[in-house]
Nanobody, 120 residues
Framework: QVQLVESGGGLVQPGGTLSLSCAASGSIGSIFRIYTMGWYRQAPGKQRESVATIASVGTTDYIGYADFVKGRFTISRDNAKNTVYLQMNSLKPEDTAVYYC????????WGQGTQVTVSS
């Protein structure tokens, strides 16, 4: 069983930055790198949506972003630490949501997420 713990959220003004982390632990061993990981978000009253994905193939990371975060958010990973990151710049009020990470192809149990609130 794999546990996911997201952290780094908070309250920030429009235009501000936040850095999120997601650590995977449990029965993942040393094979974290084979999993395509993604960041997702869920705003109140809305469905969960994909924000960014990252797949490690050899020494190359293949990355994709939702159109609404392109140019503002950056996903990365440290496979040695079983951790995925999301750097969020130029935050907007519409980015307010709970942010989660998970295995894209075969999702594990969802973590508690981390709340991001963008407000003046």
């Amino acid at each position: 069983q794999v546990q996911l713990v997201e952290s780094g959220g908070g309250l920030v003004q429009p235009g501000g930055t936040l850095s999120l982390s997601c650590a995977a632990s449990g029965s993942i061993g040393s094979i974290f790198r084979i999993y395509t990981m993604g960041w997702y978000r869920q705003a109140p009253g809305k469905q969960r949506e994909s924000v960014a994905t990252i797949a490690s193939v050899g020494t190359t990371d293949y990355i994709g972003y939702a159109d609404f975060v392109k140019g503002r958010f950056t996903i990365s990973r440290d496979n040695a630490k079983n951790t995925v990151y999301l750097q969020m710049n130029s935050l907007k009020p519409e980015d307010t949501a709970v942010y989660y990470c998970n295995n894209v192809r075969s999702p594990w149990d969802w973590g508690q997420g981390t709340q991001v609130t963008v407000s003046s």
